[in-house]
């Protein structure tokens, strides 16, 4: 692409943005090179190329409340979340809201698992819009830099559940405890509620997913009719809700049994804000 459809492009893109958004886009406490990306490849420029789609599925298709986003404190922060959905349109609503609703207004950076960075084009668009990899290394990294990072601690098998396990928290990882207790960082409880019905996972065509390398292949109620489109969400309506700031203390090389310990804490505390999120909903879709 010549440089000149580039300018093109990013003043069009400009044009889409209204001055609140700029101004939110100055605030942004990030730190790029003289090349204008940071370490990890995060790209502000590239990241206002996003915007406009995110913004329409926050405020148009999912029309996203939040609630207790006061809760948030300044500072380094590790954001902890249910995960659900099929595809991690969860995640970008989460980072949405950050951006859009939070202050000062904030870029969570989301920990992706090893295999997406294995995908074609995610691969290459993840680190461009402040996604990466969520190893230990580049965790404690971005948390030693004052940066906020979110993390799904049931990963793959909480996006993946069929509807029947609707919002119904899988296994907890542990690696993240570790890093809270080697780096002092408070953590964010977020339940996430209406993801889990944007679309109806009927059951998981395992074997074809291990062949293929990928953790599930959900199966939906029109998947033979639509195909791939099956899996585009329903305009359901999200609420996402934050609490109050966790803060624990430990040797991050505790056994495991202090570890769970720990980490049963943070998702009790997520399971009974689904709960009472759920109590309070309307409807899935209002």
Known sequence: M???????IRKAIDGMLDENIKQRIARLNVQLNEYGVDPFGFDIEF?????????????KWFRV??????????????VVANHSGQIP????????????????PRVLRSMAERWAATLPVFSWLFPRSGQIVGTRENCKLLLDRGESILVFPEGSRGISKPFAKRYQLTEFGLGFMRLVL?????????AIV????????????????????????????TM??????????LPTKYHIYFG???????????????????????????QRMLSDGLKARKHIFW
Do not use: C, H
Request: charged share 20%.
């Open 2 to 8: 010549s440089s000149q459809m580039k300018e093109r």
């Open 65 to 78: 409340e939040t609630i207790g986003i006061k809760n948030v404190p300044q500072g380094k922060i590790m």
């Open 224 to 233: 033979p009719l639509l195909g791939p489109l099956a899996l585009f969400p």
């Open 244 to 270: 109050k700031a966790m803060r624990f203390s430990g040797d991050p090389n505790e056994d495991d049994a202090e570890i769970e310990d720990k980490v049963r804490q943070v998702k009790t505390t997520i």
């Open 194 to 221: 209406g993801a889990e019905e944007q679309t109806v996972n009927l059951f998981n065509l395992k074997p074809l997913a291990d062949l293929i390398g990928f953790p599930a292949i959900p199966i939906t109620p």
């Open 89 to 104: 349109i969860d995640g970008m609503m989460l980072l949405s809201a950050m951006f859009l609703e939070a202050e000062p």
């Open 182 to 190: 080697m780096t002092d960082t408070p953590i964010v409880p977020v």
């Open 47 to 59: 990241t206002k190329l996003m915007l406009p789609m995110a913004m329409w599925l926050y405020t």
